[in-house]
């Protein structure tokens, strides 16, 4: 989860992994209440006003920076770190009844809220709560009862404490939520530029003495990725290439199928790596991705001059595998919120000729023939859910292809399924083999 490096810095461990330990070097070194960071004594009560009080705290959280919560930590009404005060479990008021609040009386719902419990080592039974709220991309989040939705209030945080938005300030708040998606898709049209550009070269260039690459590999699907909430990872030394890199290799490996693994050398770019080969592609300072992997156009064996064949079950898995690699990109450098996505079909043999798809090798007619589309297809995700949650990947994966085949007559995918299935009936053995990250 992004939160601001403040905090790390400041409690000498991330947020995520805080123990009572942690705390109580807090009070001692007196840590203070910031704009991300609120300490407070008391659980939050089960009344309306208590409800209230936990939507306007963590909605304030995202509407500003981010931060954290942290529930039995007494400020003393000094503004910081004061006292540890663990309390005992509230019968009914845990996690589920947390979330349950926030869902209700947040519109629209805070995103990836983070909510753990911390038992206390030093008072049997006795625990904290430690609330962390990313900065979300769909603020401003409003507070407002359930079913009184035309009375709401939008707080941020203001130093140590919370204050209301005038309706002019939440107006502006829309205006600039909106911008920031433009900018968004702006981002990931460069991205995808500068990214095929790239490809373009390497599969054109003669320098390394031959043929161009793209005669022998014509065939390219690509991957753009912009994660909405940016996130940070040095890349501007040998060494800083060489761990980013390392770093891609190890987490893609943890993909639905290796196809979206790099080979080095490690290579440099402005704030980014690149890599060359099978999967070529570049891993950006912010979060960003690209990577294109090449897929096969074979030639019907009956028609020589015939259009050439796309086998789609190959292409949908290598999508998913893209969509992982992506994600897990973004989060390694602390991005957050929504990942936009644009996949793209590439020929490089100089033909704009029609490819007939084919589903498999036992279907029977084959697919419709056509060119390869000429527009991306895109789509938003949360980052967050793909990364955790492999289905998550796998429709994300499905809405992309589904458009691209689309454009070339075919219906839908032939393994891919909108609920976040791999039809596993319907790979040959190859394929399977290929599925290190899935049960097959």
Known sequence: MALPARLTAALGRHPDDLTEDDLQRAVESQIPESVDLDWKKDFYKGSDAG???LAKDVSAMANTAGGMVVIGVDDGKQDHAHDLAPFDPVQGHGEEWIRSVLANWVQPVVPNVGV??????????KIYWVLTV????????AVAAPGNDYNFRVHVRHGTTTRTLAESEIAQRYRDRFQAASDDVDRLHQVAE????YLSAYLTSTEHGGSPRATYSPGWVSLAAVPAVRGTYPLTTHADRNAAFGRFYKIA???VTTNALPERPVLVGRRQVRFEGAVTGQLHQDGSFYGARYISLQSDQYNSDGPKRLYHRGLELDLVAQVQAAAAWAA???AAGDLVLSAALHRFDGSDGPVRLVASEEAFPDGPAAPLPETPAQTTADLSAIVT???EAVVTAYTLVADLLADMGAHQPHVLTSEGDILINRLNADHRRELTGWDA
Do not use: I, M, W, Y
Not at 116 to 125: D, I, N, W
Not at 194 to 197: D, E, Q, R
């Open 134 to 141: 990313p900065p979300s991309t769909q603020a401003p989040h």
């Open 332 to 334: 390694e450098t602390g």
């Open 194 to 197: 500068a990214g095929f550009g």
């Open 253 to 255: 490996c943890g993909g």
């Open 389 to 391: 949650d492999r289905r």
């Open 51 to 53: 409800k209230k009080e």
């Open 116 to 125: 753990r419990p911390v038992k206390s080592a030093t008072k049997a039974g």
